[in-house]
């Protein structure tokens, strides 16, 4: 059975940071395109960032220079470093697994607020 379980999330002022951590379990982890994707309230659901078996990264234009992505095969676990945070980064926050023909797997949630 796969398992992804994110952590990381909490308050943090607008330029603060956080890291966010999502282990996997269950899974050939290494052959997966991983990622997250986060929902604000009222809107819809939004890709963040990507990171491909090859560790080719993709972000969303609102995060570029500002939030990084990493995996660590070896520890079966896919981060995102978040720095510089703004209001509107505030969601909840999941990661995902990818692989041509499975379906999607993915985490709980955790939840991100930046306020002051």
């Known amino acids: 059975q796969v398992l992804l379980v994110e952590s990381g999330g909490g308050l943090v002022q607008p330029g603060g940071s956080l890291r966010l951590s999502c282990a996997a379990s269950?899974?050939?982890?290494?052959?997966?395109?991983l990622g997250w994707y986060r929902q604000a309230p009222g809107k819809q659901r939004e890709l963040v960032a990507v990171?491909?078996?090859?560790?080719?990264?993709k972000y969303v234009d609102s995060v570029k220079g500002r939030f990084t992505i990493s995996r660590d095969n070896a520890k079966n676990t896919v981060a995102l470093q978040m720095d510089s945070l703004k209001p509107e980064d505030t969601a909840v926050y999941y990661c995902f697994a990818a692989r041509p023909g499975e379906s999607n797997y993915w985490g709980q949630g955790t939840q991100v607020t930046v306020s002051s």
């Open positions: 269950g899974m050939l982890f290494s052959i997966y395109t």
């Open positions: 990171i491909t078996s090859s560790r080719s990264t």
